[in-house]
């Protein structure tokens, strides 16, 4: 469920709907995607010697959280999932393999999860080794709501015991059961085929009770410069605005990493100018100069790699406030964008169209989805037959992103256009603060708002069930509809993985026709390594990687 983070707009945090070719730089520099099959898209490999170490020198961001309990953006995710762990993670094949747990087991009616915990994985200070306790403490902490979680509840509402502890009718989660040190029970309420799959992201991720007892998402946050986790890096240096610097963690019990140490440079000048000067090892490419980054006779060209990112842009509407509580409305509103010149022109065949939700490196994409199409007569024919009969009827209306500055971004500037010339329609915006925006957008403040979502994990369920369904806690249109609710509910449980997919390309239909969101595409990753970096992998989300990575003498 993270959001977006983009240096001109987009992963995971939702600003303003710039350019998606622009979001390489979540991370230092590179992320991208991968197929369907689970095959990465990218990966520079060779043979690691045995000095390993040297520095990789990427382009970042400063994060809006390192608490595994609050991260719900992308900037923060990739950080988090190099120092801190949980029971399992994901990796580079895209697979749930064993963290700090070495294996489990699944009863055969698929609700109790039975996790074996590693001997002797430890925290990164000190010999304390993880015990099944400090998982079910870590896992009830991003759940309680003193600690003002916002995704807490998205991905372990479904433990038994979940619901009443976060509303404070119980004093711990009953489904989380402690069996001895290093076995732990974790109870569902109905069978899920991906709440393993959930675990991976970090509110189920470990963290120090005795650092972090009495912090919040918003206050005690100085714990945060120095984590105790148990990831295969060390938070070695934040200075905000500046750099971040990891360190390895040579006890991490998955190996000690190959590099000596990551370096972020946090904000800077131009990032290709800075890769061209050898400042940096790894950077994106933006709609500035990927023309010149695609041209094979530039030497450039040879350092260049594509990858697609499991993710959708879209503009989101709040269905239940006026005058998108009205479906010809938002129908009205879709018709009316012409996304092969957005894409063809203002984005430079940077990104993929969408037509519906689900990206297509993603199990369930469906290729016969019909879309909203481009049709600017019929969306004056439905604006006028809306129960606002026509432009001159409607409230004023305004769009929000995440952003500062006097001026929005190419891709919202053509598309305002393309509203004011196709209805008649002239929309003011609203730019807001990262944190103030994500707040607006969880608490409906907004009546129309861009944003991204990129996967936390290969499965529609991340996309659908999490963003559609009434009673998602990040369902942030409002959306309704009892049809779709039903789909979907048949299709987190079911485990015919044929039956399964149909039953989300259904519900997928339904959503795109009700319009809650105005899907415009999925981004792609376009980004330089310098030959020298070996083992750097371009996955479709955020998962952690850098252990694998060095630098070839």
Known sequence: MRNLVLVLGGLVIAVAVVVGV???????????????????????????SAAAGGELRLLGRDPLTLDPACASDVDSANYIVEVFGGLVTIDRDLQIVPD???RWDISDDGTVYTFYLRRGVLFHKGD???TASDVKYSMERALDPDTQSTVGEVYLGDIVGAEEFVDGEAEEVTGIEVVDNYTLNITIDAPQVSFLAKLTYPTAFVVDRNQVEGSTCFSGTNWQRKPNATGPFKLAEWDLGQRIVLEPNSRYHLGAPLLGRLVYTLGGGSA???YENDELD????GLNDIERVRDPAEPLNAEFHEAPRMDIWYIGFSVQTP?????KVRQAFAHAIDKDKLIEVVLLDAVVEADGILPPSIPGFNEDLQGLEFDPEKARQLLAESSYGGPEGLPDIEIASSGRGASVGPVSEAILAMWEENLGIEISTRQAETATFFHDVHEGKYQMFEMGWVADYPDPENFLTIQFHSDSTTNYSQYANADVDRLLEEADAEADEATRLSLYQQAEQIIVNDVPWIPLFHDEFNVLIKPYVKDYTL???????????????
């Open 272 to 274: 290709i100018t800075m």
């Open 22 to 48: 622009v979001a390489a730089l979540v991370g230092g520099g590179g992320d991208g995607e991968e197929s369907s099959q689970g095959t990465p898209a990218a990966q520079i490999t060779g043979t690691p």
């Open 539 to 553: 996955p479709p989300f955020v998962i952690p990687r850098m252990r694998y990575v060095y630098i070839e003498e």
């Open 128 to 130: 304390r080794q993880v």
């Open 323 to 327: 005058p998108f509580d009205d479906l």
């Open 282 to 285: 790894v950077t994106g490419v």
């Open 100 to 102: 700090i747990a070495e």
